[in-house]
């Protein structure tokens, strides 16, 4: 998670609170043919809910993706107790010469993601 | 409505070390009022999402889960009878949409393949709805009452 051009970005925003949702852990797997779940990169949010550099265009490939948020840790990080223990999004990748943003919008009670670019 | 089917969980448990489980109630989804309810919307279209398949498991004291209830939607985007105050304890759930193959029968291509929604229940003699706002290239869901 260097800090390089990524086909693939993130972005977590605590919207209970009205800002980033920083030094949330995330994990990015990608799906083998065998079915197996093989992880690619793991860290935490920045100061700003980003992860830059999770994939380099080389890694990236067509195929099913699970990104996984730690949601309950990081809720209990803010002293409350949110609904949801883990936030994974699975989603499939037909094109990968695109970019794709798959972002987090997230509170305590309630979450929502899109497609972005 | 076609929901009617309930693994029978007991044969279907992993580890032999595990206690007998009590027999659960058969969960036909029969309309009688459960703690637990969802409901599908498919917001690109503007309408309820019917015959999405549906699973809801619960999380064993032994990190397994546990099938609960299976199913479809039914024309209004709903599940009812998921499960009985009984069967309602504590703990981690996953409800598990089927949304790739329902993007299929729709004609279009999903983002999503499938959408688990992972939700701690502490307290469970409150009512929880954990509905889908589902679009081919966005969803949103939140805890409901």
Known sequence: ???QYSPLTTHVLD???GKPASNLEINLYYQTKDKQWQQLASGKTNADGRCPGLLTQEQFKPGIYKISFETG???KSQGVQGFYPFVPIFFEIIDPNQHYHVPL????F???TYRGS
Do not use: F, I, N
Request: glycine fraction near 12%; hydrophobic fraction near 25%.
């Open 110 to 112: 309630g979450y929502s």
């Open 1 to 3: 998670m260097s800090g």
């Open 105 to 108: 919008l997230l509170s305590p």
């Open 73 to 75: 840790e990081y809720h």
């Open 15 to 17: 919207t209970a609170q």
